[in-house]
C-alpha cells in the first residue's frame, strides 16, 4: 500500500529526498493502513531543530472511541540530526520547500518520503507537459 503525491512532480523540482518515520497514535497508523490518507496538501516545516509534517490527512479510524485523533495535527517527522541539520540548512538558505512525495510501509513502519523542491514557474509547467506528450507520442508510434 503506497500513498503518493502526484501533484508534487508537476508543481516542484525535486532537489534530494529523504526517507524519514512519522510520529503516530495508534488509531492514524490503523487509518493509514486502511488507505484513509491525503498528503496532497501538506509540506514540512523546521521548528526548533525539529521537522514537522503540516496538514497531512489521516481520516479518523471508524472503529476508534474517545482516544480517537484529531485528522490535521502536526506531525513530527523521525530523522537523523545531521538530515534535519542539512534539509533545515537548504530550507533556510536556498529557500526550497519540503513536501511529502510518498507514503509507504516498510518493515512494518510507516514511512514518508520527503522532497526538498524548487517550485516551478507557468513555462517550466509548460515545458515539462510538452515533454510528457512527445515522450507518450514517441512509444505509440513504436
Given at each position: ?18 526517507e524519514?518515520?512519522i ?23 523546521c ?8 496538514n497531512m ?16 495535527r ?40 520527503l ?28
Amino acid at each position: 500500500m503506497e500513498m503518493l503525491n502526484r501533484k508534487a512532480s508537476h508543481d516542484y523540482f525535486i532537489k534530494s529526498t529523504y526517507e524519514a518515520g512519522i510520529e503516530l497514535m495508534g488509531t492514524e497508523i490503523k487509518s493509514i493502513r486502511k488507505g484513509n490518507t491525503n498528503i496532497n496538501d501538506s509540506y514540512g516545516r523546521c521548528k526548533n531543530g525539529e521537522i514537522f509534517l503540516i496538514n497531512m490527512y489521516v481520516g479518523k479510524y471508524e472503529e476508534g472511541n474517545i482516544f480517537n485523533h484529531d485528522e490535521r495535527r502536526e506531525r513530527k517527522l523521525l530523522l537523523h540530526k545531521n538530515e534535519i541539520l542539512r534539509i533545515s540548512n537548504e530550507v533556510d538558505t536556498k529557500r526550497y520547500t519540503l513536501i511529502p512525495l510518498k507514503i509507504y510501509f516498510k518493515k512494518g513502519k510507516a514511512k514518508v518520503e520527503l522532497g526538498v523542491c524548487q517550485g516551478k514557474k507557468l513555462y517550466d509547467k509548460r515545458e515539462s507537459i510538452k515533454e510528457r506528450d512527445l515522450k507518450r507520442k514517441e512509444y505509440i508510434e513504436y
